[in-house]
């Protein structure tokens, strides 16, 4: 049984991402207030850098490396959620966890000679609960090789009443079966009663887990600081709290963390990467190239890294590097990562002047990716340099309608509008612009010109 069970066994800890189900249909479902600061749904808007970090395809703040849960929307309708794609070239929006988690272990669906292994039908649940030797490998075996999560739970369920509620191990399992069947807060309990029992990462790591699920990022923090007084600087304690920090968009804390994680685990990539764009999206790029220059003598090769190398060197001024760096980006791209470095090179081309050869890189990306929002609006921008402002004005439209979350549409729109004469147009759009960043200072300059018109007529 343990040796199927490897076969299989994924981190389910670093899997958990939140799908459709889990967002839309949920019952502890939170008020839909903003509360700025206090929520993950609706992360402050001010930051201490200087510009704002932008946003990834689903509405959240970029982060240093991709990883489960910040590919998912802040949806607040089912519309939205169904419009955010899993990736780049899918529609298909991320599914629930107990599907997902059928997929992450397909060893288990292959069809084995003499049939399963174990026929969990015929299966004695109340025997091989009474027998802890058996009953632990057997859990974890129908829990990760045949992923039944509902005969995993009731042999949970009844090993830890013949243990009479003292086993701390159980407690765990039944907190993953609860949380697996969308029960945060029975899970919640179960972490919260082996906590007491014993002290472990992993029950706290799961427990900080359950209170981001709920959306309850200040008491998620506050378990990570009762973790740490046990298990002092552990590396992935302080990784959850910069991660719950760069989801509260409270930049300075998350680098303060990462820089500790670094100072812990000077391998630690994601800790590196983080303080990489922290100080490339405030004006440091001889900093940032280099963190993405350990990276690269870490052996981590792939397009993304070479993109931001690229980035790093032409901002700190290497241009004799700029080149080479997208070439490799380019050779190792997938078609996911193909539009966003197409988007790149053009910005490199608008600065050295290249208009052309900027129009066509936009092209690359919409023909890679058509629902890339930025490349759509930087189109606009151009087309309004060469004179089409019709032309301009449908690709402010397109961007705005693909990614609302995005300020950059809706101020040109405005402008555009502004300019043409369309007051009433341009006051709808830099509403909706001044609701994603308010503290856009040109956004708010062109309110005030809209609104003395307005009281003049």
């Known amino acids: 049984m343990r040796a199927l069970t490897l076969q299989v066994y994924v981190d389910d800890i670093e899997g958990e991402e ?10 502890y479902t ?42 998912s929307a802040m949806s607040q309708s089912i519309e939205q959620t169904l419009r955010t794609p899993r990736t780049a070239m899918t529609a298909r929006p991320i599914t629930a966890i107990s ?74 399992q039944l907190g993953k079966c609860y949380y697996s069947l969308g029960l945060i807060r029975d899970a919640e309990q179960q972490f919260k009663s082996a906590l007491k029992d014993s002290k472990t990462i992993e029950v706290i790591l799961r427990l900080i887990r ?12 506050d378990t990570c600081k009762k973790g740490l007084e046990y ?43 983080s303080i990489g764009i922290h100080h490339f999206y405030n004006d440091q790029p001889e900093l940032a190239l280099r963190y993405y220059r350990r990276l690269l ?25 700029v080149i080479s760096c997208f070439e490799r980006a380019i050779s190792l791209s997938t078609d996911e990562n193909m539009a966003d470095i197409w988007y790149n090179i053009s910005h490199i081309a608008l600065t050295v002047g290249d208009i052309t050869m900027a129009e066509e890189c936009l092209k690359l990306a919409i023909v890679s990716d058509n ?38 549409p809706h101020f040109n729109s405005a402008y555009l509008a502004y300019k043409v004469g369309d007051l009433q147009t341009s006051y709808i759009a830099i509403q909706k612009s001044l609701s994603v960043y308010p503290n856009h200072s040109d956004s708010r300059t062109l309110l005030n010109k809209l609104e003395r018109y307005f009281s003049r007529v």
């Open 18 to 27: 939140e799908g459709i189900a889990e967002s839309l249909l949920d019952n």
């Open 30 to 71: 939170i008020s839909s207030m903003p509360r700025p600061g206090t929520s993950l749904k609706t992360p402050g808007t001010s930051s201490v850098g200087q510009c704002l970090r932008p946003k990834t395809q689903s509405g959240r703040p970029l982060t240093g490396v991709v990883r489960p849960a910040t590919q």
């Open 99 to 172: 599907s997902r988690s059928v997929r992450l272990g397909t060893a288990s669906m292959l069809t084995e000679p003499g049939g399963p292994f174990i026929q969990l039908s015929r299966l004695n649940i109340s025997k091989y609960a009474s027998q802890p030797s058996i009953a632990k490998p057997l859990f974890e075996y129908i829990y990760y090789h045949e992923h039944d999560v509902r005969y995993a739970l009731d042999l949970a369920v009844q090993a830890t009443q013949i243990c009479h509620y003292k086993d701390w191990w159980w407690k765990v």
């Open 210 to 221: 359950v209170y981001v699920r709920l959306d309850q990022p200040l008491t998620a923090l």
């Open 231 to 273: 298990f002092p600087n552990d590396v992935n304690i302080l990784t959850e709290m910069g991660r719950i920090f760069d989801g509260l968009n409270n930049m300075s804390m998350s680098l303060k963390y990462y820089k500790l994680i670094a100072q812990e685990d000077a391998s630690h990539t994601e800790a590196i990467a």
């Open 297 to 321: 003598q870490m052996g981590v090769y792939n397009a993304e890294l070479f993109n931001n190398l690229g980035l790093c060197c032409f901002y700190a001024q290497q241009y004799d590097h």
């Open 371 to 408: 629902r890339h929002a930025l490349a759509y609006n930087n189109f606009g921008v151009i087309q309004i340099r060469n004179g089409n402002i019709t032309a301009a004005r449908t690709y402010f439209h397109a961007a705005a309608n693909i990614a609302n979350f995005i300020y950059e």
